[in-house]
Nanobody, 123 residues
Framework: QVQLVESGGGLVQAGGSLRLSCVVS????????LGWFRQAPGKEREFVAA????????YFADSVKGRFTISRVNDKSPMYLQMHRLQSEDTAVYYC????????????????WGQGTQVTVSS
């Protein structure tokens, strides 16, 4: 099993920045990649960014390219999502997730999920 705990969400004005953290524990050796997803009220959960052990990636949704970065120093360190120039459309619950699948960009490819952290961008 893998456990993930997100933190760092909050209320920010449009144009501002936030950094989300995801602490990963458990059977981390089984993980191929980690990702961030978000879900706004009334909408489906959508891919935001992903990072993997391989040299490929990271991967970003078109809506966040150039504004968000994803990072992780090593397998034992937290994963971060740095978000800049936030917009009201970025308001959602943000989830970190872990996958044993290579190049996974869809929610159904991720086996383990955190509880989520709320990000609210005021205009």
């Amino acid at each position: 099993q893998v456990q993930l705990v997100e933190s760092g969400g909050g209320l920010v004005q449009a144009g501002g920045s936030l950094r989300l953290s995801c602490v990963v524990s458990g059977q981390i050796f089984s993980i191929y990649g980690l990702g961030w997803f978000r879900q706004a009220p009334g909408k489906e959960r959508e891919f935001v960014a992903a990072i993997s052990r391989s040299a490929r990636g990271p991967y970003f949704a078109d809506s966040v390219k150039g504004r968000f970065t994803i990072s992780r120093v090593n397998d034992k360190s937290p994963m971060y999502l740095q978000m800049h120039r936030l917009q009201s459309e970025d308001t959602a619950v943000y989830y970190c997730a872990a996958t044993t699948t290579a190049q996974a960009l869809r929610p159904n490819q991720y086996e383990f999920w955190g509880q989520g952290t709320q990000v609210t961008v005021s205009s």
